[in-house]
Every structure is written in C-alpha cells, then in structure tokens.
Nanobody
C-alpha cells in the first residue's frame, strides 16, 4: 500500500505560479513512477506529467510542456509539480498517482487538490 497526500493548491491569477506537493508513505519508491493528473469540471481526467523515481526521467503532456516541471525529493519521498504561467484552462482538481515501473496501470491515488486560475 502507498498513501499519497497532495497539498499546495489554491487560487491564482492567470500568469501566476503554484507548486503542488505529493507526499508518499508506506513503501519505498525506487521501482515506481509518480505522476500528476487533473480533472476539470465536466471533463475526463487527463495526464499532466510523470517522473520515474529511480532515474528521474520526466514526461509531460503537450498542454503543459515548458510551463510545468515535475521533480522529486528522495529524502522526503515527495514529488512536486511546479506550475508557471498558469492559464484559466489549467483550472482543475490535481491528483498525484503511483504505479510500478513494470505496469501502465496507476495503482494508488491521492485525494486531489483544487487549482483555480482566474482570468
């Protein structure tokens, strides 16, 4: 079992920045991938970014590439999502998730944190 707790959401004006955090507990993450997803009202949940814990290799959705940065802190077992140049269309509930490097199915999810970008 892996427990995930997100924090850092809030209200920000367009063009502003926020940093989300996701603290993981219950298992070492060396063989896992951690990701961020988001779900806007009336829309399906979509992938935002992921990071392979051991290698640090990252991957981003085209919609956030160049604006968002995913990173990890090994000592704190925490993954971050730095979001810059925010747009109103970035408004959503953001979720972190974890999966094994051997599968494509995301096994554990956090409770989500709301990000609202005003125009």
């Amino acid at each position: 079992q892996v427990q995930l707790v997100e924090s850092g959401g809030g209200l920000v004006q367009a063009g502003g920045s926020l940093r989300l955090s996701c603290a993981a507990s219950g298992r070492t993450l060396s063989n896992y991938v951690m990701g961020w997803f988001r779900q806007a009202p009336g829309k399906e949940r979509e992938f935002v970014a992921r990071i392979t814990w051991r290698s640090g290799i990252t991957y981003y959705a085209d919609s956030v590439k160049g604006r968002f940065t995913i990173s990890r802190d090994n000592a704190k077992n925490t993954v971050y999502l730095q979001m810059n140049s925010l747009k109103p269309e970035d408004t959503a509930v953001y979720y972190c998730a974890v999966r094994s490097i051997t599968t494509t199915q995301w096994s554990y999810w956090g409770q989500g944190t709301q990000v609202t970008v005003s125009s």
